[in-house]
């Protein structure tokens, strides 16, 4: 069963991986971080994707148009992945769903030659509900 | 748990004798008047304070845990000091939701034990927190964590009074299409209840909530209230609400789910644990 630090290690093996964080979107302060920090200060980048995070959570026009946005619990979060890409990396960001207060996400930074985003988004999916649930 | 070994009272700001401690490694109990710092080997393993929710009713008031399964873990290791182990090898939580509740509680107290930096009142050494170790922190990182925070709510809305002060809502303002966890944060602003109160309402982090309130402050909807006038004038506020339940230390099972005010009574023990 991985907890915070584990999850991340397992991320990291995705081919092309830099860096991976857990981060909270309110506070923006990262709960773990694995890897290369990206512009090299974990906690600005902990901070900035956290506000970028809030504002696609926070945004009525992103959230799905169905009656059922948030889940039939109310927990899920309307958006499940951000997905930012520039000319030399990919930055991934999966919000993780759990029953108790966290607004937490995972951030994946991937290299762009070598990473494989499909796949990445699948297994960074993956590992959000294992990190929660075991 | 180990006995507490008497020191002397400090005047020091908690943050600088936090630093100390660090610096030497060392394990106890630190206490403020706005709650207690567990340290194991110069880490901060817990936080608690009587303005937050603690692990335990962030994971039963949501559902995340039964209540059962929550009073069984306690029954069963509390004494040992290793109820979050406990936990996970009942197979109640996985190792990352405890962690992640564990640390979301943890910097949660700390903003309200650090962020205004009292006098220490009191370190017990060897003092170990029920929970036992989840995630160790560095002392350094709790510190300018909660300063961080302090200015992330001052930059939202610069009025420190939403943070303890009752909370009423602005007449006749609109506060259409918020975001959910404002909206339902806005929902519990009723007049009376502080922040600290909707937290617990809302099985939420207190700073968590904070931001949100402030943010509705910032938007014209919610204010702080000002104290009654006069007496007589109005009804004395009610209790906080009913909602409160289970006191989460490894005290004896609460008999009556509904106790008055969780924060007086968690309040109450910290100061008589500082004595």
């Given at each position: 069963?991985?907890?915070?630090?584990?999850?991340?290690?397992?991320?990291?093996?995705?081919?092309?991986?830099?860096?991976?964080?857990?981060?909270?979107?309110i506070?923006?302060?990262?709960?773990?971080a694995?890897?290369?920090?990206?512009?090299?200060?974990?906690?600005?980048?902990?901070?900035?994707?956290?506000?970028?995070a809030?504002?696609?959570?926070?945004?009525?026009?992103?959230?799905?148009?169905?009656?059922?946005?948030?889940?039939?619990?109310?927990?899920?979060?309307?958006?499940?992945?951000?997905?930012?890409?520039?000319?030399?990396?990919?930055?991934?960001?999966?919000?993780?769903?759990?029953?108790?207060?966290?607004?937490?996400?995972?951030?994946?930074?991937?290299?762009?030659?070598?990473?494989?985003?499909?796949?990445?988004?699948?297994?960074?999916?993956?590992?959000?509900?294992?990190?929660?649930?075991? | 748990?180990?006995?507490?070994t008497?020191?002397?009272?400090?005047?020091?700001?908690?943050?600088?004798?936090?630093?100390?401690?660090?610096?030497?490694?060392?394990?106890?109990?630190?206490?403020?008047?706005?709650?207690?710092?567990?340290?194991?080997?110069g880490?901060?393993?817990?936080?608690?304070?009587?303005?937050?929710?603690?692990?335990?009713?962030?994971?039963?008031?949501?559902?995340?845990?039964?209540?059962?399964?929550?009073?069984?873990?306690?029954?069963?290791?509390?004494?040992?000091?290793?109820?979050?182990?406990?936990?996970?090898?009942?197979?109640?939580?996985?190792?990352?939701?405890?962690?992640?509740?564990?640390?979301?509680?943890?910097?949660?107290a700390?903003?309200?034990?650090?962020a205004?930096?009292?006098?220490?009142?009191?370190?017990?050494?060897?003092?170990?927190h029920?929970?036992?170790?989840?995630?160790?922190?560095?002392?350094?990182?709790?510190?300018?964590?909660?300063?961080?925070?302090?200015?992330?709510?001052?930059?939202?809305?610069?009025?420190?009074?939403?943070?303890?002060?009752?909370?009423?809502?602005?007449?006749?303002?609109?506060?259409?299409?918020?975001?959910?966890?404002?909206?339902?944060?806005?929902?519990?602003?009723?007049?009376?209840?502080?922040?600290?109160?909707?937290?617990?309402?809302?099985?939420?982090?207190?700073?968590?909530?904070?931001?949100?309130?402030?943010?509705?402050?910032?938007?014209?909807?919610?204010?702080?209230?000002?104290?009654?006038?006069?007496?007589?004038?109005?009804?004395?506020?009610?209790?906080?609400?009913?909602?409160?339940?289970?006191?989460?230390?490894?005290?004896?099972?609460?008999?009556?789910?509904d106790?008055?005010?969780?924060?007086?009574?968690?309040?109450?023990?910290?100061?008589l644990?500082?004595?």
């Amino acid at each position: 069963m991985p907890g915070i630090d584990e999850s991340l290690l397992q991320a990291m093996r995705l081919p092309g991986a830099r860096g991976a964080a857990v981060v909270d979107w309110i506070s923006g302060l990262a709960l773990g971080a694995v890897g290369d920090a990206p512009g090299g200060d974990l906690e600005a980048a902990a901070a900035e994707t956290a506000e970028l995070a809030r504002l696609a959570t926070e945004s009525g026009v992103l959230a799905p148009a169905g009656d059922d946005a948030g889940g039939a619990s109310g927990k899920e979060p309307p958006v499940q992945d951000l997905i930012i890409t520039n000319s030399d990396s990919y930055h991934l960001l999966r919000f993780v769903t759990t029953t108790f207060d966290s607004t937490v996400f995972l951030h994946l930074w991937l290299d762009r030659g070598e990473g494989n985003l499909a796949l990445a988004r699948i297994r960074l999916a993956e590992m959000a509900d294992r990190l929660v649930l075991g | 748990m180990i006995t507490p070994t008497r020191t002397a009272r400090t005047d020091e700001p908690a943050s600088a004798l936090l630093g100390t401690l660090a610096a030497q490694g060392a394990s106890g109990a630190l206490s403020t008047e706005a709650g207690i710092v567990y340290l194991a080997a110069g880490h901060v393993v817990h936080v608690e304070s009587a303005l937050t929710p603690d692990i335990g009713d962030l994971l039963t008031h949501s559902g995340a845990l039964a209540p059962d399964g929550w009073w069984e873990a306690i029954d069963q290791a509390g004494r040992r000091c290793r109820v979050g182990r406990q936990l996970v090898d009942s197979g109640h939580l996985a190792v990352g939701a405890l962690e992640l509740c564990h640390l979301g509680a943890l910097f949660d107290a700390a903003y309200f034990v650090l962020a205004h930096d009292g006098p220490a009142l009191r370190f017990r050494p060897g003092a170990a927190h029920w929970l036992g170790a989840v995630r160790a922190v560095p002392v350094d990182t709790v510190l300018r964590e909660s300063r961080r925070r302090r200015e992330l709510l001052h930059r939202i809305w610069p009025e420190p009074a939403i943070d303890l002060a009752p909370l009423a809502r602005v007449p006749d303002a609109d506060p259409a299409d918020l975001p959910h966890r404002r909206s339902r944060t806005l929902a519990q602003v009723d007049g009376v209840r502080t922040a600290a109160q909707i937290a617990t309402v809302l099985a939420c982090r207190t700073f968590h909530t904070l931001v949100e309130l402030r943010r509705l402050a910032a938007a014209g909807l919610v204010v702080p209230k000002v104290p009654a006038p006069a007496p007589g004038s109005a009804p004395a506020p009610a209790p906080a609400p009913a909602h409160v339940s289970a006191e989460p230390g490894p005290a004896p099972r609460p008999t009556a789910p509904d106790e008055p005010d969780t924060a007086l009574l968690r309040r109450l023990l910290h100061a008589l644990e500082a004595l």
